[in-house]
């Protein structure tokens, strides 16, 4: 069990956007962990960096999308 998204497996890891109308989950092997502190990153983030992790996109699935009305 995963204490950080439980009923998720250990060798993946769930997100989501802030309001939670997005959820999606990533699942190993990961490619690559890194720290980008490009001038992009730094602005969409908030932060001096941000964390990235790579996955092959076969291993990425989109998990709940609430329908967003327009306007």
């Known amino acids: 069990m995963n204490p ?15 309001c939670g109308a997005v959820t999606c989950e990533v699942r190993a092997p990961f490619l690559q962990f890194a720290h980008c502190h490009c001038g992009r990153c730094r602005k969409a983030s908030g ?17 709940f999308a609430a329908e967003v009305p327009a306007g």
């Open 47 to 63: 932060t001096g960096h941000a964390t990235n992790l790579y996955a092959l996109p076969a291993n990425f699935s989109w998990l």
């Open 4 to 18: 950080v998204s439980p009923g998720i497996p250990p060798e993946s890891l769930a997100g989501s956007c802030l």
